[in-house]
């Protein structure tokens, strides 16, 4: 089973630039969820689609950040302009079930992509 | 805020030694606790999920316990390997998300 994949793994850009990071989950993954971490601190909760549909985007840092899974496959995580505080490893994650729902299963397992690093100049 | 706390923030030890990581976390409801391992320029891996209503689980060397009353867990790693040496991340599942703690560096001498 091919695992998640995110492109690109590392992106260089100026400030003001245009970034966009896509992640394919794991097929059949109805559950995408977005992490980042930046420097010196801990990984944090960006959004979370339920197939096409964003489920709680609340982690979302700012307006420049758009986030989008047409189609329920793949997703992109666009980020315009971006700044030199956006500069971290973004993480992309899925699961087949909600992560809140209590199965023993396993089923509600994250499994992360190896992230984009982002560098802001 | 649902903050997690994990020490130590790194470890050096010996081969073969037993180790013990600690992770805590300031609100006791709790849907999973999640224990992870993260090697340089790689994603993270995902070692023991327990849920809610677990108290432990074991994977091989790996045992993860939960103690909700006091908002702890602990990876027990048994007869410690150099090929442990990586970041070792516990997060707390809330709602649809994790929150994570900042890890434990963990390096095992050969």
């Known amino acids: 089973e091919a695992g998640v994949t995110q492109f690109p793994s590392h992106s260089v850009i100026e400030k003001g630039q245009t970034v966009t990071l896509r992640c394919d989950p794991i097929?059949?993954?109805?559950?995408l969820y977005w992490y980042r971490r930046v420097m010196g601190k801990e990984i944090k909760f960006l959004l979370h689609?339920?197939?096409?549909?964003?489920?709680?985007e609340s982690g979302m840092p700012n307006n420049r950040f758009l986030a989008e899974r047409t189609g329920g496959t793949y997703s992109t995580l666009k980020v315009q302009p971006a700044e030199l505080e956006d500069s971290g490893v973004y993480f992309c994650?899925?699961?087949?079930?909600?992560?809140?729902?209590?199965?023993?299963?396993?089923?509600?397992?994250?499994?992360f992509g190896a992230g984009s690093r982002l560098t802001v100049l | 805020k649902q903050e997690v706390t994990q020490i130590p923030a790194a470890l050096s030890v010996p081969e073969g030694e037993n180790l013990v990581l600690n992770c805590s976390f300031t609100?006791?409801?709790?849907?999973?606790l999640q224990w992870f391992r993260q090697d340089p320029g790689k994603g993270l891996t995902s070692l023991l999920l327990i849920q809610s209503s677990q108290r432990e689980q074991t994977s091989g060397r790996l045992n993860a316990s939960l103690d909700k009353s006091s908002g702890r867990s602990t990876l027990y790693i048994a007869a410690s390997q150099p090929g442990d040496s990586a970041t070792y991340l516990c997060a707390r599942g809330y709602g649809n998300k994790l929150v994570f703690g900042a890890g434990t560096i963990l390096r095992v001498k050969s």
């Open positions: 609100d006791s409801a709790i849907y999973n």
């Open positions: 994650a899925s699961s087949q079930e909600h992560l809140g729902q209590g199965v023993v299963s396993g089923a509600n397992v994250l499994t």
């Open positions: 689609f339920v197939k096409e549909s964003k489920q709680d």
């Open positions: 097929s059949g993954h109805d559950n």
